[in-house]
């Protein structure tokens, strides 16, 4: 009934089940797939006609996406009954700063950065009772200590390595040398699809910092003035930034 539907051979699906089914899970659950997963970068590559046919049937678009020769693949719903996978609000917010931190490094720029590194950067961008509305937003304002201290900075690093992990998850970044490594060791890799988040970046500097040159004095602004609501509910992916 599928195939007549669809008016597809799905046989080369079928005869690749564990596979396949690796690539439908994966994606359903909100990751990226890109060439580092060799098996399924490929399947997807050479039967994207099927597949696009395939997902249309279950609702969803696949799209290809390519940036400086990076290609990745992702699902977006093609029906408002599809759930979009979500994430934290931090980790929403991780991913804009990580996308503008490697994009603000220059096409020599590396490819990856410390975590260590990373929260020193989140100390010296952001006042630090904003990082802790943007990483704990359930935290009601009358039981904040608003004085900074060892103790806040250690919640401050555990809730930025949820949100890392988050990221992780969906295949935005890599966590090395592994996702439980120790905070101090821990490298933040860059993954093709980490690109999603500037989109929506951009438009943000399109409408509120057209015809600024200094990219990091826009961003900067843009952070430093938004309105973080108290909020109870996490915050959506990048699709909804």
């Given at each position: 009934?599928?195939?007549?539907?669809?008016n597809l051979d799905m046989q080369v699906l079928l005869e690749n089940d564990n596979l396949s089914r690796r690539i439908i899970h994966r994606l359903q659950a909100g990751q990226n797939i890109d060439a580092h997963l060799i098996?399924?970068?490929?399947f997807l590559e050479t039967h994207y006609d099927t597949w696009f046919s395939f997902f249309a049937f279950m609702g969803?678009?696949?799209?290809?996406?390519?940036?400086?020769?990076?290609?990745f693949y992702h699902l977006t719903p093609n029906s408002s009954r599809i759930k979009i996978a979500s994430q934290r609000r931090g980790a929403t917010f991780l991913g804009l700063f990580l996308a503008w931190h490697f994009m603000s490094s220059g096409i020599e720029g590396k490819d990856e950065v410390r975590a260590k590194e990373l929260i020193s950067r989140l100390e010296n961008s952001f006042e630090f009772n904003q990082?802790?509305?943007?990483?704990n937003p359930q935290q009601k304002r009358a039981a904040r200590n608003r004085q900074q201290s060892a103790?806040?900075?250690?919640?401050?690093?555990t809730w930025v390595l949820t949100c890392l992990r988050d990221l992780h998850r969906l295949r935005f970044i890599e966590l090395a040398p592994s996702v439980n490594a120790d905070f101090d060791a821990l490298h933040i890799l860059r993954l093709p699809a980490l690109v999603r988040f500037l989109e929506p970046a951009r438009r943000s500097l399109d409408l509120e910092y057209a015809g600024q040159e200094d990219l990091d004095a826009a961003i900067h602004s843009i952070w430093s003035s938004i309105d973080w609501e108290e909020e109870d509910n996490e915050e959506s992916g990048p699709e909804d930034t």
């Open positions: 009934m599928l195939e007549e539907y669809m098996a399924e970068y490929r969803y678009r696949l799209q290809r996406a390519a940036q400086g020769g990076e290609a990082l802790i509305r943007i990483f103790k806040k900075m250690q919640q401050l690093t």
